[in-house]
């Protein structure tokens, strides 16, 4: 069992572009969530898919969307990137109604 | 409301026991949780207390649980050098399905 996976593993944007980060669940896992660790920081929760869709948001703004697809695997897209968007981006995933949250190794976005 | 409180920093002599604190604030959490994170590295989930527990003992860790005063502490025994990381402390937030509020997470350094 491969656990959870992101990639890419680092990424440097430029201000103003969109990028699209990745992960794919632990095996047998289906809710996917997103958070963004800033540094010296805990994470933050961003949203969590299910079922293909949305089902809680955090404090984030739109510019920050996702996307789950039929294999349980998810998008974190940002747009319109800003300097404050450099954070390590975290997946976690669970089954549905379960207590457990596995993490990926996370991806570290710097935007200059 | 979602507010994890940790303190920053502890240094230990490898052998020691080591405890780290947490407080929260939404009484209704359902599930406490500690996780480890190495530099550079996603978080590893450690273990977690169901809220009608006072104590939850796996191995080297003990958790105790103060539901009055809303304050959870994770005791480390035998501190090993492997256990210098930081540590965060996560509430589930209720009804959320497994979406988790961080607290700034304490640094542990352990001293050979």
């Known amino acids: 069992d491969a656990g959870v996976t992101q990639s890419p593993t680092h990424l440097i944007k430029t201000r103003g572009q969109q990028v699209t980060l990745r992960c794919s669940p632990k095996?047998?896992?289906?809710?996917v969530s997103w958070y963004q660790q800033a540094l010296g920081q805990g994470p933050q929760f961003i949203f969590q898919?299910?079922?293909?869709?949305?089902?809680q948001r955090g404090n984030f703004p739109d510019r920050f969307s996702g996307h789950q697809f039929p294999n349980y695997s998810s998008e974190l897209n940002v747009n319109a990137l800003l300097l404050g968007d450099s954070a390590l981006y975290l997946c976690?995933?669970?089954?549905?109604?379960?207590?457990?949250?596995?993490f990926g190794q996370g991806t570290r976005l710097t935007v200059v | 409301g979602e507010d994890v409180e940790q303190s920053l920093f502890l240094s230990v002599r490898e052998g020691d026991s080591s405890v780290i604190n947490c407080t929260y604030t939404?009484?209704?959490?359902?599930?406490l949780y500690w996780y480890k994170q190495e530099p550079g590295a996603g978080l590893q989930l450690l273990t977690y207390?169901?809220?009608?527990?006072d104590m939850k003992q796996d191995q080297r860790l003990t958790v105790l649980l103060n539901k009055k005063d809303k304050h959870l502490s994770l005791r480390i025994a035998d501190t090993q050098t492997g256990d210098s990381a930081i540590y965060f402390c996560?509430?589930?937030?209720?009804?959320?399905?497994?979406?988790?509020?961080f607290g700034k997470g304490n640094q542990v350094v352990v001293i050979p």
């Open positions: 976690a995933s669970s089954p549905r109604m379960n207590t457990e949250a596995f």
């Open positions: 095996s047998g896992h289906d809710t």
């Open positions: 898919y299910y079922e293909e869709e949305e089902r």
């Open positions: 939404d009484s209704s959490s359902t599930y």
């Open positions: 207390i169901f809220s009608n527990m």
């Open positions: 996560a509430e589930s937030i209720p009804y959320g399905n497994n979406r988790l509020a």
